[in-house]
């Protein structure tokens, strides 16, 4: 069964610090993994996504992420936070054994609130 | 841009009634979703469908209905509402091709409180 989980319900980082939300998952076979971010009173948007290739994935607003497949992990990074950048990350993964059964599985989201 | 549009930012409904949630996207995806997300639980998914006139339960499919009888919308319906199903519900919606590695676009989100 796929799972994802997020350690941290919160994570507060000074403005001009790097900042990392963590990402951990589980699946049978290899994943397809993404990370969205919601702002306040709107729905989720897209961020990035790995899928093959460089583990490295740069996606939308500065944010990179970085696939470990050894430790299962798909941390999302920023250099430097911006207070633009508070809002609720989540995590997502689905197993790439496709079929129209295999869904996207979120995490249950890390609150991001970055102090001027 | 796509747009998946969601009828109601707030509903406030009666325990008992029939409730009914539309979500219309406009750039033909075969796929739609419906997720409810309530805070430490993260997205839950409730059905999906891949294509008109078929559905898929998700992981919490008790007590709700959907219904897409046309491509570019999809119904939630709550059959008789509960006060355990006051929450946030998003809608979304993603090509089919790629075997599912395409992005989902999501709605606003409506605000669902049953009393």
């Known amino acids: 069964a796929q799972s994802v989980a997020q350690p941290e319900d919160q994570v507060n980082v000074a403005e001009g610090n790097p900042l990392t939300v963590k990402c951990t998952y589980s699946?049978?076979?290899?994943?397809?993994l993404f990370w969205y971010v919601q702002y306040p009173n709107r729905g989720l948007q897209f961020l990035l996504k790995y899928i093959t290739g460089d583990n490295l994935v740069k996606g939308s607003y500065g944010f990179e992420a970085e696939f470990n497949k050894s430790q299962t992990s798909f941390h999302l990074k920023k250099p430097s936070a911006l207070v633009s950048d508070s809002a609720l990350y989540f995590c997502?993964?689905?197993?790439?054994?496709?079929?129209?059964?295999?869904?996207?599985?979120f995490g249950s989201g890390t609150r991001l609130s970055i102090r001027p | 841009d796509v747009k998946v549009t969601q009828s109601s930012r707030y509903l406030v409904k009666r325990t008992g009634e029939k409730v009914f949630l539309e979500c219309v996207q406009d750039?033909?995806?075969?796929?739609m979703f419906w997720y409810r997300q309530d805070p430490g639980l993260g997205l839950r998914l409730i059905y999906f469908s891949y294509d008109v006139k078929m559905k898929e339960k998700g992981d919490i499919p008790e007590g709700y209905s959907v219904s897409r009888e046309k491509k570019e919308r999809f119904s939630l319906i709550l059959e008789s509402a509960s006060t355990n199903q006051t929450s946030m519900y998003l809608c979304?919606?993603?090509?089919?091709?790629?075997?599912?590695?395409?992005?989902?676009?999501f709605g606003s989100g409506t605000q669902l409180s049953v009393l």
């Open positions: 997502a993964v689905r197993d790439r054994v496709y079929s129209s059964a295999s869904k996207i599985i």
């Open positions: 699946v049978s076979g290899n994943p397809y």
């Open positions: 979304a919606s993603s090509f089919a091709r790629r075997q599912g590695t395409e992005k989902l676009f």
């Open positions: 750039m033909d995806h075969e796929n």
